[in-house]
């Protein structure tokens, strides 16, 4: 008997895949576990395995098709079976009804004055009084009408007697202060209702391309639209002393090769300030959930990475307890996961603070988008020369290292992430202190 195979669920945040390239074509012999499909989720690329044993009788979607997570994909059974062709617009009716489900919420058009089904006597009485024209009044009534709220909306400064009766008679519009005395409309501030121009087709003179948004870019637009509307950012900027920074980096480098350091970056480093600083302040280690804070016991460390298919967030899992060397491999590692398309969705969710490093395109300062629900990030840039005045009353130019803090100001206030980033920038300094603690 023919079974359905479906598209596995990839942790709690995916809601469907997109199909890469199907590996199996119709007819062929499959074995429970071989590989049916290529799929990409919002985070990294799955194999879809088979769950049946036999011939592949159907393949319901095509290459491209995004099908949530849980809906058949194929249909495998005995050579000769026949599909029903109901299971295939069964599959594919169940795909349509999720995505319909998702974009539900439809906004209400809004009505124009042009489109007002009547007036009441009052909004009439008023408008009449005022010199305000009803084909100048947002109608916001039932239906479509214009009430007497919609008029005290339009009014603005009184009108001449002249202005009052050229408004109502030829239908001009009155604008909110006019020339007269106290902003008076005069009969000469009136103007014309503009005609709306009728849409011209303009031909192209280019060729243009368009790119459907889907996957890892459909995601982050989500997200990112999701934080600017949710929270109260704020960004505050400053530069740390780098000489510890570039002093371990160079020996780091320069070190044995059997000891194993030498591939820690200064980004490295910076991540391990981070997590030493956030036992500080345990504030910025947590989640803003509205009705209620989440503070983190453990830091688990989001590190934004630039892949081909998007920006990716893996996760340093309990940050602070690892060593230098044990952090820079781990964060490498999951970097590589990212850009391979390998990483496993529970590897790219549970951050409780995130840092996005874009010091190697000369960036000094920026401002990063918070990744909700955290209530912080940091953004790192470059480092350069900085003229810091020295004890002696000189000049003296030292590199410094770029640091900007976006945070969620319902969450935490300006003095405390100031108070973090101050002391960011002290542990960043004595970078070599801190690695003895």
């Known amino acids: 008997m023919a079974q359905q195979v479906v598209m ?42 088979s769950t049946a044993e036999g011939v592949v009788l159907a393949r319901l979607f095509e290459e491209g098709a995004d099908v949530p997570v849980m809906v058949p994909i194929a249909v495998i059974g005995e050579a000769g079976e026949k599909v029903e062709t109901a299971a295939q617009e069964e599959a594919k009716q169940q795909a349509e009804t999720v995505n319909h489900v998702a974009s539900s919420e439809v906004e209400k058009p809004l009505v124009t004055a042009a489109q007002a089904i ?50 109502l008679e030829q239908g001009l519009k009155a604008p909110l202060s006019g020339s007269g005395i106290g902003g008076r409309v005069l009969a000469s501030d009136l103007v014309a209702k503009p005609v709306e121009a009728a849409a011209v087709a303009v031909p192209s003179l280019e060729d243009v391309t368009e790119i459907a948004v889907k996957g890892v870019r ?5 997200r990112m639209m999701e934080s600017i509307h949710s929270t109260c950012q704020l960004s505050l900027h400053a530069f740390a002393d780098a000489r510890a920074l570039k002093r371990l980096r160079a020996g780091f480098k320069a070190s044995k090769p059997e000891l194993g350091l030498q591939a820690i970056t200064i980004n490295d480093l910076v991540l391990f300030a ?48 690892l060593s230098l060397k044990q952090l820079s491999e781990g964060t490498k590692a999951l970097v590589g996961k990212c850009k391979a398309g390998t990483a496993q969705p529970d590897e790219l969710s549970g951050s409780t603070f995130t840092v996005s490093n874009v010091g190697s395109f000369g960036i000094e300062a920026f401002t990063p988008v918070l990744n909700v629900p955290e209530v912080a990030i940091l953004g790192v840039g470059t480092i350069t020369l900085k003229p ?25 206030d300006g003095a405390d992430a100031a108070r973090f ?12 202190l801190l690695l003895a603690l």
């Open 274 to 321: 981070v997590s030493r600083t956030l036992t500080q302040f345990p504030a910025f280690n947590a989640h803003f959930l509205g009705d209620k804070i989440l503070r983190f016991s453990h830091v688990h460390l989001g590190v934004a990475t630039d892949t081909a298919k998007g920006l990716l967030v893996p996760v340093l899992r309990n940050s602070e307890l």
């Open 118 to 167: 009547g007036a009441s006597p009052r909004a009439r009485q008023l408008a009449s009084s005022l010199g305000i024209s009803l084909e100048n009044v947002q109608p916001t009534g039932p239906k479509g009408r214009i009430i007497e709220r919609d008029v005290e909306a339009a009014k603005g400064q009184p009108l001449s007697p002249v202005a009052r009766e050229q408004a």
């Open 8 to 49: 596995p669920k990839q942790g709690n945040s995916v809601e469907s895949c997109i199909i890469v390239e199907w590996n199996v074509q119709l007819g062929d012999k499959v074995a429970i576990g071989d590989v049916l499909c290529s799929a990409e989720t919002d985070k990294s690329t799955i194999d879809v395995e």
């Open 388 to 412: 810091i005045e020295d004890e002696d009353g000189d000049v003296v130019f030292i590199e410094h290292i770029g640091l900007s803090l976006t945070m969620d100001h319902q969450a935490v």
């Open 218 to 222: 459909k995601v982050t637009a989500r």
């Open 421 to 432: 980033l101050k002391a960011l920038m002290d542990n960043i300094a004595s970078i070599d």
